[in-house]
């Protein structure tokens, strides 16, 4: 069955460091979606792409966070400089066509962030 | 989108019906009900979604009151693999994201 790719599974780094996170959705996935996932809290939706373009970025910290699908399939999230509060699980998910109804997300196994 | 309630935690006896609530009192017309559950250190997954029927599929059943300002998630037997963290979501046709709460933390026990 086909799966959402992320990595690294875990990520440690310090203060003031630069971080990045792959994703690589189902194969033919068109929309792809950055989540972030405090300890305890649900999901937050961080940023939301259609092919190559973003659609929603309204919740991404976008002093220190970027996001890019140059051509529309794999992703990358990255976050410069990391502060403390940024520890989190990150999501990667992508969907085959808008949800509109047909309802489902799949998500990957997420990168785990810790700042020290 | 409309707002969601859900308990916090649930406890159920494996093998027993998990029967998992949640309120949407502000729900219109055009938004969906869909549930997704977490189990621990894993991705989200998708259980199943409506609008206004109840529907079943292999993993559960999404009861809507008539009103829909309510549904029942259920698991008719539950297991231990059921422990999971369960997000209800609402969300209209014309919106193409799902914005979660902090769901219900079930726990099945022998």
């Known amino acids: 069955e086909a799966e959402v790719a992320q990595s690294p599974r875990y990520k440690i780094t310090e203060k003031s460091q630069a971080v990045a996170f792959w994703c690589d959705p189902i194969s033919g996935h068109a929309t792809l979606y950055w989540y972030r996932q405090i300890l305890g809290q649900g999901p937050e939706l961080l940023v939301q792409?259609?092919?190559?373009?973003?659609?929603?970025d309204s919740q991404l910290p976008k002093d220190r966070f970027s996001a890019e699908r140059l051509k529309g399939v794999d992703s990358t999230l990255k976050i410069q400089p990391a502060e403390l509060g940024d520890s989190a699980m990150y999501l990667c998910?992508?969907?085959?066509?808008?949800?509109?109804?047909?309802?489902?997300?799949?998500f990957g196994e997420g990168s785990r962030l810790t700042v020290l | 989108d409309a707002k969601t309630t859900q308990p916090p935690s649930m406890d159920c006896a494996e093998g027993r019906a998990a029967n998992l609530p949640c309120n949407h009192s502000?729900?219109?017309?055009?938004?969906?009900v869909y549930w997704y559950r977490q189990i621990h250190s894993q991705g989200p997954q998708y259980i199943i979604h409506?609008?206004?029927n109840n529907e079943t599929n292999e993993m559960a059943s999404l009861i809507i009151t008539e009103d829909r300002k309510s549904s029942t998630l259920i698991l008719p037997h539950a297991t231990l693999r059921d422990t999971a963290v369960y997000y209800c979501i609402v969300t209209s046709y014309n919106t193409d994201k799902l914005i979660f709460g902090t769901g219900t933390r079930l726990q099945v026990f022998p």
């Open positions: 502000t729900i219109s017309g055009n938004e969906y």
């Open positions: 409506g609008l206004k």
């Open positions: 792409f259609q092919d190559e373009s973003v659609v929603d």
């Open positions: 998910a992508s969907s085959l066509r808008p949800l509109a109804g047909a309802g489902e997300l799949f």
